[in-house]
């Protein structure tokens, strides 16, 4: 490890409000996301990135310092780490509202072809047959062949 790297970190001394605010916005984020899923206007399985979020955000404004190592090691600026790390967080929510569309779909068609065959199946219950009900027992139709 790059000794420079670790002489910046110890050398950055966040304000209290450099601590406080992303806290804040983890914990409001975390409450948020609990409070959506009592309510049932969030699944739990798309809560799960939100928590995760929120729990890197609290790591985050613990240890201050870990971010400016992460950028160190990735030999990028601090903002360009923050970036980096929003754009896969917004990523990952892509990717994971693409599968929920694409499985919703899937089932969306395989519903519409199920209806159609219901469908199918009550209008020709509804059309009369030819055939009689019980063949040799007369069904009370008229023969209309005379």
């Known amino acids: 490890m790059n000794i420079s790297i670790i002489a910046e970190a110890n050398s950055y001394a966040p304000t209290l409000g450099q601590r406080i605010i992303p806290f804040l916005v983890a914990v409001v984020i975390a409450v948020t996301t609990v409070e959506l899923i009592r309510r049932r206007k969030l699944r739990e399985e798309h809560a799960m990135l939100w928590l995760f979020a929120s729990s890197v955000l609290v790591l985050f404004a613990i240890f201050p310092k870990l971010l400016i190592l992460i950028s160190g090691w990735l030999g990028v600026n ?7 790390a929003t754009f896969s967080f917004l990523m990952l929510i892509a990717l994971g509202q693409a599968m929920v569309i ?3 779909t899937e089932d969306l068609r395989q519903i519409a072809q199920r209806t159609a065959l219901l469908e199918q199946k009550a209008n020709e219950a509804k059309e009369p047959s030819d055939q009689p009900l ?4 007369p069904d009370g139709r008229e023969d209309s062949s005379d």
């Open 78 to 84: 601090y903002l360009t780490t923050l970036f980096l």
């Open 102 to 104: 694409s499985r919703l």
């Open 134 to 137: 019980w063949p040799g027992i």
